[in-house]
């Protein structure tokens, strides 16, 4: 059997791929761990651009994650851009269900699924990034026994992502990449007893997992909110402030699976805001140059009447097309 005895799931995002550069260099053979990373990519990145960047770095070969592939120890496995990165014990799932914090892949779906499966064996390592992807799932790890691991935030390109985790838990280990290796060979060399799983932590990896739309489960992460999901319209759960462990900040879901952090929320609202505007503004300025054709086609039959009145209702458009530009222009200075 060549199933490894720990799992270390990283995430990183703006300014990874260096940091995933020299941490991955660190990782030697003989750990009894598999590896899986998610970084932030664009949608339309080639699948084996990152792994391809990793290779030349580090002893362990590296492999783009696929369905129901078995995980092999001494392995590095990268999700591919827009799909979700999950483990099982032993073996590994794609999903293609919502985003999580706007991403796809997204690490907290990667870090929750490894606290399920892995528990104990779990081991999480958020790198440099920005926003806060990955601090549930940070948290996920933590209450089901694993081990949690932050790059010092005083060292990390962007801060951002590290900073969320350490503001709300406690991790195990704040260090720098550099010293990362050596802490995870000497974590893998241990045997932890198995933990508990909390049951919110299955459920949303159950969500990710199966794409479950089920209100009945997801009504049991929190309470219903006043927002609705700004990608499919649905309710928001917030998922308890600080409730049983669940962390110190605002996490919402919907019953589809589209999870925000409060921060992700106000971005995504922004976009949703913006762009209903500028779709407004279309079919208004659409609106008044048909008005305004019709406007001539009556003055050239002769129809005076019938064209000052398009003319006037193109007009009356015209305001309003002004007043439009000026709450869009204003909203982006919001942002």
């Known amino acids: 059997m060549n199933n490894p005895k720990f799992v270390i799931v990283v995430g990183a995002s703006a300014g990874g791929m260096n940091a995933l550069s020299e941490f991955t260099a660190q990782l030697k053979t003989g750990m009894d761990a598999a590896v899986f990373i998610v970084m932030h990519l664009s949608r339309t990145s080639i699948s084996d651009f990152l792994m391809h960047r990793l290779q030349p770095h580090t002893e362990l070969p590296c492999e783009i994650a696929k369905e129901g592939a078995l995980i092999e120890k001494d392995h590095i496995y990268i999700a591919s851009p827009n799909l979700h990165l999950l483990v099982k014990k032993g073996s590994m799932i794609l999903g293609r269900g919502p985003e999580e914090n706007r991403w796809r892949p997204s690490i907290d779906v990667l870090f929750r699924s490894a606290a399920v499966a892995y528990n104990t064996r779990a081991i999480g390592v958020i790198l ?11 948290l996920a790890i933590k209450r089901s026994g694993g ?21 709300n838990m406690d991790v195990d280990y704040c260090i720098s990449l550099a010293d990362m290796g050596g802490v995870i060979s000497g974590i893998t060399q241990i045997t932890p007893e198995e933990k508990t799983v909390p049951d919110d932590v299955i459920i949303e990896s159950q969500i990710a997992e199966r794409v479950v739309v089920d209100y009945d489960n997801v009504s049991k992460l929190g309470e219903k909110s006043i927002y609705a999901c700004p990608d499919c319209g649905g309710g928001l759960w917030q998922i308890n402030k600080g409730g049983q462990g669940q962390g110190k900040f605002d996490r919402y879901r919907c019953h589809i699976g589209h999870s925000y952090s409060e921060t992700d929320l106000v971005i995504k609202q922004g976009e949703i ?53 000026e709450v869009l222009y204003a909203s982006q200075k919001l942002a």
Do not use: C
Request: hydrophobic share 35%.
């Open 128 to 138: 440099t990034g920005l926003l806060n992807d990955g601090t549930t799932g940070m």
């Open 147 to 167: 081990t949690t691991i932050v790059q010092d935030p005083n060292q990390a390109e962007y801060p951002d992502m590290p900073l969320s985790v350490l503001n």
């Open 273 to 325: 805001f913006e762009s209903t505007l500028w779709t407004a503004l279309r079919i208004m300025e659409e609106r008044k140059t048909l008005l305004k054709k019709m406007e001539d086609d009556n003055a050239k039959r002769g129809f005076s009447r019938m064209s000052v009145n398009y003319k006037e209702k193109a007009d009356d458009i015209q305001i309003h097309i002004d007043k439009m530009k």
